[in-house]
């Protein structure tokens, strides 16, 4: 699971990295809006912590893009302003839960793990390229009319690829997506999940594409 930590302050960014990678995750770490951009554009996320108060400009600018683009995305924020309608206000635009500073780093630890066992409840979001869709939410998939029924994984790695169309999905993102840090290095599982799910699609009629670019990762388009 790969997470990204917004936040400007940089002692306190260094300790929240610390947390989450005792905790077992991969953690990137953005000191603004524009380094979080940055990420974003390369990497996926299976959630991000993010401060609202950054040294150029408000971290609710950016919930409320990731949002308006559909995103869905489990966002965490942290913020220093306690006032009960500014949480409701971060509620609102999108966050999937919030901490008032300071807080104790476990609670952080804590509240990420629950973010990322929620699926999005709140945000349902429909992923659809050609005649393929996926409810992010109800976490079925269909090609055209017709259901296809996809295993745990299998929508996982669909989710990725259907999030970023168009966009190459780095093979480590996948791979982290799906394992985590349970998969022995040197195994090809990415492939293999790759391949069955193509297989999948095709047999289901999906007007999809899921190209490899080679040493980079893969990417799937609409036909
Ligand atoms: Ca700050």
């Not at 509620?91 to 500073?101: C, E, N």
């Not at 079925?140 to 966009?167: C, F, H, I, N, Y």
């Amino acid at each position: 699971m790969r997470l990204l930590v917004v936040e400007d302050e940089a002692a306190l960014a260094a300790l929240i990295g610390a947390a989450l990678q005792r905790a077992g995750f991969a953690v990137d770490a953005a000191d603004g809006l524009r380094a979080a951009d940055d990420c974003l554009r390369v990497a996926s996320y299976d959630a991000a912590i993010l401060d609202l108060g950054l040294s150029d400009g408000d971290g609710m600018t950016l919930l409320a893009r990731l949002r308006r683009g559909g995103d869905a995305l489990p966002v965490l924020i942290l913020t220093a302003r306690d006032a009960p309608e500014d949480r409701v206000g971060g509620l609102d635009a999108g966050a999937d839960d919030y901490l008032v500073k300071p807080f104790h780093m476990p609670e952080l630890v804590s509240r990420v793990r629950a973010l990322l066992r929620r699926p999005n409840a709140a945000l349902g979001v429909r992923l659809e390229a050609g005649n393929l869709a996926l409810d992010t939410v109800t976490r079925q998939a269909a090609a055209g009319d017709a259901a296809l029924p996809l295993t745990a994984r299998e929508t996982s790695l669909l989710e990725m690829l259907l999030r970023r169309t168009g966009r190459v999905v780095p093979r480590e993102a996948i791979e982290q997506g799906l394992y985590g840090f349970d998969t022995p290095t040197g195994t090809n599982a990415v492939e293999v999940a790759v391949h069955r799910l193509r297989r999948r699609l095709q047999d289901a009629g999906a007007s999809v594409r899921i190209h490899t670019l080679r040493g980079v990762g893969y990417m799937l388009t609409g036909e």
